[in-house]
């Protein structure tokens, strides 16, 4: 197998909303039901194991729900020598989110934490499609909260995501407008929405919506790197991987297949909050961290986990963390990226 490079670990089901985009609950995540979940002790037993690792993306349920949060950071850190924490979250507790960010910072030297709040649209769509009023209120109450932090600490990254949906689709440039004139963050995020969410009439927009979208967001991307500061060299840089990741949703939503093999499994997984093992999101668990003495490698190695590979290698998805790893274990594809050209119909 090659090095696994990145984690994605889904650490919680408990969540204090019910997204109607939400695909984590419409898998049947029991809801708010945390008793199953691997302990502190479980997850040093993992990362000992892995030895090595370059990022840690947390994902959920609503991962700062977890108490021991920062102890896990700290187990990753420690026993993986990790570079970069990201933290998504729907940042509905603004005290509890910052706390958490300042104990993560102060207690990991070094590390780059990334933190990702969700809102898929202005006050109104936004609490709409959260299912709870008030909700976009508390999570601009969050970024808010953070803007000190992020002065004091330079590593912390604050970053807005948005899901598109069908529904949402009109609302992305009146919110990347608002969030350019109202919050101080490192960017903005769009991706359409993927899996199957918890309210079946929610559709990804079609293929010709998302490109119309993606012309349009673009400068709000380059708005966004300039007022980061970067090299200009770097900003372009950063730019056409933008440009070229919006190229591939297009493509995906299309119908059409990925230009590279899509790496799930190898050079990234995701481990479940009880211990099951998973090549991607999209895809059932090929074991269980406790039924192989905690070794995570060993479950990507096994039979079903082979065969998965073999699977995902043909598949399309529009799960940025996924195809941007991919996108680095593929030069042509890479190469294209940097340059901001199109995704090739074939091979790159
Ligand atoms: S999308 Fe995230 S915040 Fe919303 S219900 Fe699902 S886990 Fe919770
Ligand atoms: S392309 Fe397929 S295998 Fe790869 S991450 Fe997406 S759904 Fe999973």
Known sequence: M???????????????????????????????AGEDELSLAEIDEVAARLRRLDSLYFSGGEPSLREDLADICS???RRCRIGAIHLPSNGQDPERIRSLCLEILRRLPG??????????????????????????????????????????????????????????????????????????????????????????????????????????????HRRWLRRGGLPRWRQALAANRVRYLYGLYERVLAGGGLPFPCLAGERIAVLDPEGGVRPCEQASPVGNVRRSGFDLAAVLDGPQARQEHLQARSCACTNACFLENSIRSHPLSRARSLLGRAPSARHG
């Open 111 to 220: 590390i780059r934490l990334t933190l990702s709040l969700s809102l898929d649209g202005r006050a109104a769509v936004h609490d709409r499609i959260k299912g709870s009023a008030g909700c976009f209120r508390r999570a601009v109450e969050t970024a808010r909260a953070l803007a000190p932090l992020r002065r004091e600490f330079p590593r912390l990254r604050l970053y807005v995501i948005t899901v598109v949906s069908c529904e949402n689709r009109q609302e992305v440039l009146p919110l990347a407008a608002w969030l350019e004139e109202s919050l101080d963050l490192d960017g903005h995020g769009p991706s359409p929405l993927r899996g199957r969410p918890r309210d079946p009439s929610l559709s990804a927009p079609a293929a010709a919506d998302w490109r119309d979208l993606a012309a349009a967001l673009l400068p709000f």
């Open 2 to 32: 090659m090095r696994l490079k990145e984690l994605i670990f889904f650490v919680t089901r408990r969540c204090d909303l019910r997204c109607r985009t939400c695909f984590f609950a419409a898998a049947g995540a029991p809801k708010n």
């Open 75 to 77: 187990v990753f850190w």
